[in-house]
């Protein structure tokens, strides 16, 4: 296993090790010089095991680098993030859940191994696998591994209820995620299985939290507040310091990715936040989401229309940009709007929300219809 990874990123060039927050900016004549070096067998250039001796205080001196190092190739599509929703399968049954029908189905382990691939010939060096609950994917500790052997920075997005296991707890020691975010429900048992709608569910997050703790796992929270938990703010932010992650809180919930408005009477009304105007984002362009049937959209509030991957492969994202662009159109129920330009969402969430006959507060800040 390669413990350094040397990947383009747009018109960077940078040196990342798996598990670290920190990378190595280098010029593009030095990753040249790293490229040829590792299909030639060379050793580690004098100013790559100095640089990495400063940063990581590893000594790589001396080494072959492809024993040391996996160099990324250059892709021509320019893609370099993806979220990948491995299964919308989960052992929660939240209300505020934004995925609506949770079942178990998507592709096989042989082409979840493709479309990994597919994601390393884009470009994608920083790949987020969620769910549903990733870690309850029978698959995930393959495809886990195997992102990483591809050169990938894994960020996973958990509830947490799996991390007190040995077979994942060995795994992200071998090989450590680049980030583990954690959702939090409550601060005690009466709350947290309440909110999930899951007996003993706190009892496996508090366990697994102990495990990350123990492990030093890069672990983040995300307090998710609602109208049954709202009074166990404090706690939640306290079960975080207590254990040393950061953290932050989220209150504003969004309708399901077909429409449907149950999330929203979850919401604390008391708790939600303003949101701030959309600026725009690269979703489509440097950035898409895949899910369990490996079908590619812009993101994963703009889903509709997608890219079957497994059909197209990476040859089909370059229909994505095109796509990205039509969807961020003003239309529908904003057709003629001069003040989109101050929107407090993108277009596919304002879909969203209009498909839920949310009060259009909810999603736009020009209701009063001035």
Known sequence: ????????FLSDRLVLLPGSGQGLKISPLHFAELHHRAANDGLVPDWLSSAVSRHWAADISGCTLRDVMLVRDVSPYGYVRASWEIDKGCDYDCPHCYLGQKKFEGISAKHKLRLLKIMRDAGV????????EPLIDRHFPLVYQAAHELGMMVAVSSNG???????????????RPYRLTLSVYGATADTYDGFTRNRGAFDRFSRGLAAAKEADLPVRLNIIVGEHNAHEIPAMKALAEDHGFPHQVYTNMSPTIDGGAEPLPTQAADYLRKRFPFTGCNAGHTFFHADPF??????????DPQIDLMTEGVEGL?????IAD??????????GCQL???????????????????????????SDGR
Do not use: N
């Open 294 to 303: 490996a079908r590619a959209s812009i993101c994963k509030v703009g889903r």
């Open 161 to 175: 209820s799996q991390l007190h296991k040995p077979l994942i707890r060995d795994l992200f020691t071998r090989h």
């Open 1 to 8: 296993m390669h413990p350094l990874i040397a990947a383009p």
């Open 326 to 335: 039509s969807l961020q159109l003003r239309t529908g129920g904003c057709s």
């Open 340 to 366: 989109s330009g101050t929107c407090w969402t993108c277009r596919p969430l304002a879909k969203l929300y209009q498909e839920a006959k949310a009060p259009r507060k909810t999603y736009c800040q020009h």
């Open 318 to 322: 370059r229909r994505l940009g095109g």
């Open 125 to 132: 060096v920083w790949l987020q696998i969620t769910g549903g």
